[in-house]
Structure formats: C-alpha cells, structure tokens
C-alpha cells in the first residue's frame, strides 16, 4: 500500500494566517492527490482534486501544489469556518489511502 | 445534486456480519462514471477506504486488508448498494461512509456516516 503522511498532526493558528499543511507520499503518485476537509460529527467535503484543481464552490482562499512525492494544501488566510481536520488522499494506486490527518485549531 | 444516505440495524455482535445499505438520490447507481463506494473511520481516529463497485463495468474493488471479509454489492431496482462485513470484531467499530468516487478516485460526494457498534 502506498503510505501518506501529513504534517503537522496539529497546527494551532489564528484568523488570517497563512496555512500550509503537507502530505507525503511513500513512492510517486503523479498528480493522483486529493484533500478533504472534515469537521466533527460531519462527512469529509472535498476541496481539491488532481492535487491542485479545487472543486466548484470550494473558496479560492485554499489551493494545493505539488506531484510526486510531496503535496500542499495552502489556506491564504484562515478564516473561521476553516477550523476542522483536513485529510490528503492518493488515488494513484489501491487500495485507495488517506492520511492520518492534521487539525487546524485555535 | 446527489444524496446518500446509510442505513443499518444497529450494534453488532463479535463474529456476526454488518450489513448496511446506502440510498442513492439524484443519480443512479447504474452509471457507469462512478464508483459506489464504502470508507470508514474509528472514533477519533482517520479514514480507511473499504472498496468500491462500479457497475457498468462491474467492477468491484477491495482494500485487501478486508478483502476476505467483505462484499459490496448493487440493487439496481432500489437505486442502493450495499456493504456486508463478517467475522466482526470491536477493531471494526466505525462510523462507515457510503461514498461517490468519481472513478478517477477522488471522492466527491458523501453520505452523513453512520456509526456502528461492535459489542457482545
């Protein structure tokens, strides 16, 4: 199985700041990324596809970058509904795979 | 727009089989653009992608970790799929997704969850 591995496990921020979570994977999985947004008690919501093509009605405030090996998830500017968990997921391979997640709080 | 939304029985004894259903709303489980999918996620913890079918081709694709336990299946006639997991312990306590993988394999649309229970 192809490994990801996100970090930070935890990024604690404020309103306005710049986030840049990463996320690796353990061999190339081209453009094959995508990542969640999860809030608790609720389904994960997806932001980006193709590593780096987010989906209708997702702010511009998010983009993501990357091929390969390694990936950004980048919020401009922290606003507050962004405050949840946020998970990478390779589709290059199966079983499908996430990572362990990391949580943007305050 | 589409909707999923699970369904099951409830709690679930050690080495008896889950079964849930997921209703599909505003699309039909027959096209052949998606994957119906099942992932799960243990309280508190991330996401484990448990398989996906895609009809049209009839396709069915399993995490191997849970291959031998696993079934998912279609019921063209009620616009649903279904996830059977037997042999349960308490490790397969989750809450479990029915899911729309738009065959590249991101997931695009979800259903709320549901929690099961594995408990004697």
């Known amino acids: 199985d192809i490994q990801m591995t996100q970090s930070p496990s935890t990024l604690s921020v404020s309103v306005g700041d710049r986030v840049t979570i990463a996320c690796r994977a353990s061999q190339s999985i081209s453009a094959s990324l995508a990542w969640y947004q999860q809030k608790p008690g609720k389904a994960p919501k997806l932001l980006i596809s193709?590593?780096?093509n987010f989906q209708s009605g997702v702010p511009s405030r998010f983009s993501g970058s990357g091929s390969g090996t390694l990936f950004a998830l980048t919020i401009s500017s922290l606003q507050p509904d962004d405050f949840a968990t946020y998970y990478c997921?390779?589709?290059?391979?199966?079983?499908?795979?996430f990572g362990q997640g990391t949580k943007v709080e305050i | 727009q589409v909707q999923l939304q699970e369904s099951g029985p409830g709690p679930v004894k050690p080495s008896e089989t889950l079964s849930l259903t997921c209703a599909v709303s505003?699309?039909?489980?027959?096209?052949?653009?998606?994957?119906w999918t099942w992932i799960r996620q243990p309280p508190g913890k991330g996401l484990e992608w448990i398989g996906g079918?895609?009809?049209?081709?009839?396709?069915?694709k399993y995490n191997p970790s849970l291959k031998s336990r696993v079934t998912i299946s279609v019921d063209t006639s009620k616009n649903q799929f279904s996830l059977k997991l037997s042999s349960v312990t308490a490790a397969d306590t989750a809450v479990y997704f029915c899911?729309?993988?738009?065959?590249?394999?991101?997931?695009?649309?979800w259903g709320q969850g549901t929690l099961v229970t594995v408990s004697s």
């Open positions: 079918y895609n009809h049209y081709s009839g396709t069915t």
């Open positions: 505003g699309d039909s489980v027959s096209s052949g653009s998606y994957y």
């Open positions: 997921q390779q589709f290059d391979a199966y079983p499908w795979t």
């Open positions: 193709k590593a780096s």
């Open positions: 899911a729309r993988d738009d065959t590249t394999g991101a997931i695009d649309s």
